[in-house]
């Protein structure tokens, strides 16, 4: 009988340690990281989980794709054009709709142009017709189309946060009167932050990597207050697709 509780004190020793050595070496293993799945992307830049969201939720694939190395490059400091920010939108918010299109395909973009124009997305903006689409989308283009695209959603800031946003944004004047509620709507619910010291400076343009920023606000943002707008009781999830490059 002595042997056996011998035993058995020294396995019950040994599980014990077996134990407290495990718990060790887990809290000793790194968190898991995140790869970048562009090469000019890297994880440790301010936008990388934007531009990683953007990318799993199918809304922008980057500008260069070789299928025989899987390699992708995003190009985050180009200007995105306003076709891009076209294609992405409709992407995002839009697809059953594109699917069930029967507007003819004239290119890689006007049948999503032709899906936003229908949801009042390019009001304010001009005409498509007058919109030249192959050039880059300034600050103040895409706050536009941002507001009325959350306005269609159903994700609308109050008249009292307007104003104050109004009141926070110092070249607010600067900009053309008939643009001023779309830009403190995206100001006020933090869909399109300034450039620092209260300016907007709506005249510059959205580089990719901020406009992956912008997507995933808006995406927040249309989940915690939208309605779905007139598509769906709730927002949509977002499917698959591309960005809408040049050469896409």
């Not at 070496?25 to 790194?30: C, E, K, N, S, V």
């Not at 450039?195 to 920023?213: E, H, L, P, W």
């Not at 007139?230 to 050469?247: A, D, F, H, K």
Request: charged share 15%; hydrophobic share 40%; with cysteine.
């Amino acid at each position: 009988m002595k042997t056996k509780k011998n035993y058995l004190s020294v396995l019950s020793l040994v599980l014990a340690i077996t134990m407290v050595l495990g718990v060790a070496l887990t809290a000793m293993q790194p968190a898991r990281m995140e790869t970048s799945p562009f090469t000019d992307v890297a994880v440790t830049q301010w936008y990388f989980p934007y531009v990683l969201e953007a990318y799993d939720d199918g809304v922008m694939t980057g500008t260069y794709h070789n299928p025989a190395t899987g390699e992708r490059e995003f190009s985050p400091k180009s200007p995105l054009t306003m076709a891009e920010w076209s294609v992405m939108l409709v992407r995002a918010y839009y697809a059953d709709e594109l699917a069930a299109s029967t507007v003819e395909k004239l290119n890689w973009y006007n049948r999503e142009v032709a899906v936003l124009d229908k949801h009042g997305v390019y009001s304010r903006l001009g005409t498509v017709e007058n919109i030249v689409m192959k050039t880059s989308v300034t600050r103040t283009q895409m706050a536009v189309m941002a507001a009325n695209l959350m306005k269609d959603q159903g994700a609308v800031a109050s008249d009292s946060e307007i104003e104050a946003a109004k009141g926070q944004i110092k070249d607010l004047n600067s900009i053309p009167s008939i643009y001023h509620n779309a830009i403190a709507t995206c100001w006020a619910l933090g869909i399109i932050n300034g450039v620092g010291n209260g300016m907007f400076d709506g005249g510059s343009n959205m580089q990719r990597s901020a406009a992956a920023k912008v997507y995933v606000c808006m995406k927040n943002k249309i989940a915690e207050l939208g309605n779905g707008g007139t598509i769906e009781p709730t927002p949509p999830p977002v499917t698959g697709g591309l960005v809408g490059t040049m050469s896409s």
